[in-house]
């Protein structure tokens, strides 16, 4: 049976942006103090460059408010910067000047280090209030992030453990799926007995229009099924798969697609919502469309009783 490899479908955190490095779909960095997570393969087009939204999508932007304080603060240091370098050039002069020049460099230390909401000018305040106002916004790291169509609610951290967390149980689920027994024997094998795996007999088997199941003496069921899907042209598509056989509990899910060529350079992935135990929902995505019709395997395993 076609099998193909869906990529990465998890978020990988890589730190600081770093234009020398190549970005793949779901990569995710920090540029100018904010988080990204690459949607396109990129390299030396970071988030904030003129191209930066062709490859990359915003994960945790600063407020307005914020980034409003930290223009002004930028403001207020370039004004303190000009009214330093005046200072400079009446220190030059003579008479009249030297007291000019006295007053700017006075007016440039206010600009710099007036005390917070005490105006320099009206309605204008010194580099220190704004610092101050920035800095109580607080770190965006730190803001609460709500996933997709759920009320799961985390700050970056968190959210960061969690996709570790994540890519661990995959490998231990990987490991598991490949220690099990399994039958020997082909098609000349010749059993006196019911067949068994890792102990347990084989007690029924059978298929139907929604594919194929195993059951286990010791309660263990697989179903497994293949789905023609036709891609209509949408680059992302949810439909439904009933198994063949009723779970007692929410199953563990494995899916994997075939298709022709042209839909292997689509760069597609699969994953799924809404499980039961009679069914799941799949959920297509890929960074184009595509009108042709794949093949989608889908092997469950869980109990039956």
């Not at 990988?12 to 100018?32: F, H, S, T």
């Not at 105006?119 to 607080?138: I, R, T």
């Not at 009723?246 to 994997?256: A, D, H, Q, Y």
Request: with cysteine.
């Amino acid at each position: 049976m076609p099998t193909i490899n869906l990529g990465r479908v998890r978020f990988n955190w890589r730190g600081q942006y770093d234009p020398l490095v190549a970005y793949v779909e779901y990569d995710c960095v920090e540029d100018d103090g904010q988080s990204y997570v690459c949607i396109a393969p990129v390299t030396g087009t970071g988030p904030n460059d003129t191209e930066g939204g062709t490859y990359w999508g915003s994960m945790l932007i600063r407020s307005a408010d914020y980034n409003q304080a930290r223009q002004d603060a930028i403001d207020a240091a370039a004004a303190a910067s000009e009214s330093a370098t005046s200072a400079g050039g009446h220190a030059t002069t003579a008479g009249n000047a030297a007291t000019a020049s006295g007053d700017a460099r006075d007016m440039a230390q206010q600009w710099a280090n007036e005390a917070e909401d005490v105006e320099v000018s009206p309605g204008l305040y010194s580099a220190y209030h704004y610092a101050q106002k920035a800095a109580a916004f607080g770190d965006p790291n730190q803001f609460d992030i709500t996933a997709y169509q759920t009320t799961d609610t985390r700050n970056l951290d968190a959210w960061a453990a969690q996709v570790l967390l994540n890519q661990q149980k995959g490998a231990d689920n990987e490991t598991a799926i490949g220690e099990r027994a399994k039958l020997t024997g082909g098609a000349d094998a010749n059993f006196a007995a019911m067949p068994q795996v890792g102990g347990a007999p084989i007690v029924e088997s059978d298929s139907n229009s929604d594919g194929d199941w195993v059951r286990w003496a010791d309660g263990t069921m697989q179903v497994t099924s293949r789905t023609a899907v036709a891609g209509n042209g949408v680059n992302y598509l949810r439909y439904s798969v009933i198994f063949a056989a009723v779970f007692s509990k929410p199953p563990r899910i494995m899916l994997t697609g075939a298709a022709d060529a042209s839909l292997l350079e689509s760069n597609w992935s699969f994953n799924y919502r809404s499980l039961s135990l009679t069914g799941v929902d799949v959920v297509r995505t890929m960074n184009n469309s595509f009108n042709g019709t794949y093949d989608i395997d889908l092997f469950a395993t869980g109990l039956w009783k």
